[in-house]
């Protein structure tokens, strides 16, 4: 059983900050990569960013130069550090495991107001 415990999501001012965590905990010997979606409403849920056991990192065009992905292997935690954030950025994002099985968090809400 693998669970997974997302936080740091909230309200923030365009242009300000805010950092997600998502901890897991289990069976995650098969696990690949770590990292996060979002999905706005009324939109399909898209990837933000991820990254590999390996350490390499995938961003979506969007955010580049403004998000950063990480993690820390030995608290099996993956981070997003979201800078100048955008109202475009208002979603609920979504943390990923992904392997064999794939396992997703319950999702935390980021809302920018403008």
């Known amino acids: 059983q693998v669970r997974l415990v997302e936080s740091g999501g909230g309200l923030v001012q365009a242009g300000g900050s805010l950092r997600l965590s998502c901890a897991a905990s289990g069976s995650i010997f098969s696990i690949t990569a770590m990292g996060w979606y979002r999905q706005a409403p009324g939109k399909q849920r898209e990837l933000v960013a991820a990254?590999?056991?390996?350490?390499?990192?995938n961003y979506a065009d969007s955010v580049k130069g403004r998000f950063t992905i990480s993690r820390d292997n030995a608290k099996n935690t993956v981070y997003l550090q979201m800078n100048s954030l955008k109202p475009e950025d208002t979603a609920v994002y979504y943390c990923k495991l992904t392997g064999s099985p794939s396992y997703w968090g319950q999702g935390t809400q980021v809302t920018v107001s403008s």
């Open positions: 990254i590999t056991n390996g350490g390499s990192t």
